[in-house]
């Protein structure tokens, strides 16, 4: 039921795959009001919103009726960048999931947000079991002197490795405070079986069908192992994330790229 205390919030990117998770997610929020569903795709080709919810592919049609607090963007950086000029003009605080952003663009958003005295939080992963270990890698870290990350993900992800294992990979250099020790064999019958090189960490990708978003760590030291693992198995993994940064975003000055920034385990930075 809505109240004048729900945070109204609009969808942009409703008609996308993730898109139609969050308009499912805000929908069965109760101290959230689902104001507009937008996207490019005209309505006639739109497909079937999963919730009753206005649709608009004009986004200033959109704040105009709906007059959104919020508006979560999962489209692509492309299409977010603009969205967020017209939105923070028109103080709509802003969650964007779309990924893709440049480190100009986000040096750009995060002073449209303090022009305009309005909250931004972009994160590339809103999956918090993923966010939670890459900042429990990060922990481990100074204890082992080996490690394997190892990341798996449909055959149709363009990248390799995943953004997630380049942050665990960061992570883990950082909470190191130096390189990891690196075994390379004295023969190689076949080339690149022990995977990339970051600062001694060995990143291995695998690509097939029937897989989503999976990522391992792997320590080891003398006499022990330590595994760290997240799976993730549909689209529902991100909502836990994006609610809580609707929510926060609220009470937030300015912008704040990264999830765990918002927990408060985050990285003081
Ligand atoms: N941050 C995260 O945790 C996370 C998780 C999954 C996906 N993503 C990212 O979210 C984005 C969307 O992913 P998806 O799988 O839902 O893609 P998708 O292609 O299924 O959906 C994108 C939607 O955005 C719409 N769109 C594109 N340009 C637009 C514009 N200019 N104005 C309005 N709507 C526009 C498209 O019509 C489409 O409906 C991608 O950038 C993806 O990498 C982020």
């Known amino acids: ?21 969050v308009l499912r997610a805000i929908a069965a929020e109760q101290d959230m009001e689902l104001v507009a569903a937008i996207d490019r795709i005209p309505q006639a080709d739109a497909p079937t919103l999963p919730v009753h919810v206005p649709y608009y592919s004009v ?28 939105a923070l003009a028109e103080g709509v605080r802003l969650v964007v999931g779309s990924t893709g952003w440049t480190e100009d663009q986000l040096d750009y958003l995060s002073a449209l947000c303090d022009e305009h005295k309005s909250a931004g939080v972009v994160a590339p992963n809103f999956a918090l079991g993923a966010v939670l270990l890459t900042y429990l890698a990060g922990l481990v870290a100074p204890y082992f002197e080996y490690v394997d990350v190892s990341e798996e993900h449909h055959e149709a992800k363009i990248d390799a490795p995943s953004g997630t294992a380049m942050g665990i990979a960061k992570a883990i250099h950082e909470g190191r405070g130096g390189d990891m020790t690196r075994q390379m064999p004295t023969r190689e019958p076949l080339t690149g079986t022990r995977g990339g090189d970051y600062h001694g960490i ?6 097939m069908p029937g897989r989503m978003a999976h ?21 529902e993994c991100y909502m836990p994330g994006v609610l809580m940064a609707v929510r926060k975003v609220m ?17 003081a930075k």
């Open 202 to 207: 060995s990143v291995h990708s695998s690509r």
């Open 1 to 21: 039921m809505a109240t004048s205390n729900n945070i109204r919030v609009a969808v942009h990117g409703a008609a996308g795959k993730v898109g139609m998770e």
């Open 215 to 235: 990522h391992q760590v792997t320590f080891g030291t003398a006499g022990q192992t330590l595994t760290l693992r997240h799976d993730t198995t549909n689209r």
């Open 251 to 267: 009470d937030m000055q300015g912008l704040t790229v990264g999830l765990e920034k918002i927990l408060d385990f985050g990285p």
């Open 59 to 86: 986004l200033t049609d959109a704040i105009t009726a709906g007059k959104p607090d919020v508006i979560v963007d999962f489209t692509n950086a492309e299409a977010s960048l603009p969205m967020a000029r017209v």
